[in-house]
């Protein structure tokens, strides 16, 4: 609760993105029904303002860490995933198509095929482990 209360502020930096913080993880998303440019824009603008607020509090971001992930309707699923890399001093915050969200597995369609799959394969090496 304590570090919550640490970090209640970091919201008030950003002006085109929302946070979604739990614990000590924090996702920034934005959306642009229009522009992938203006998403980018967006995101990078905010990650700048998260970054001086970081170095403010005497934290850091870890870029190994972070991913950048389009999601995409499925109606607009012809449209072309980017290879878009968002730039952070002197590394890039690289694209991903799946993540680990809070222990559930998110792809950039937002099915649930890859969270399933990853149950899957979990539980099964379980029952593997046991049987040998």
Request: glycine share 0%; net charge negative.
């Amino acid at each position: 609760m304590l570090f919550l209360s640490y970090i209640n502020d970091l919201t008030l930096v950003l002006s085109h993105s929302c946070a979604d913080n739990f614990a000590v993880d924090t996702t920034l998303s934005t959306h642009n029904n229009k522009s992938l440019d203006v998403v980018i824009s967006s995101l990078t603008n905010d990650l700048s303002h998260v970054d001086r607020w970081f170095q403010h509090n005497h934290k850091s971001i870890n870029s190994d860490k972070s991913n950048v992930m389009f999601i995409i309707s499925r109606q607009n699923c012809q449209i072309q995933q980017p290879n878009t890399e968002i730039p952070y001093h002197d590394s890039v915050i690289k694209s991903c198509s799946t993540a680990k969200l809070l222990g559930v597995t998110v792809n950039n369609s937002l099915s649930w095929n890859d969270h399933i799959e990853t149950v899957i394969n979990k539980k099964c090496n379980t029952y593997l482990y046991i049987l040998s």
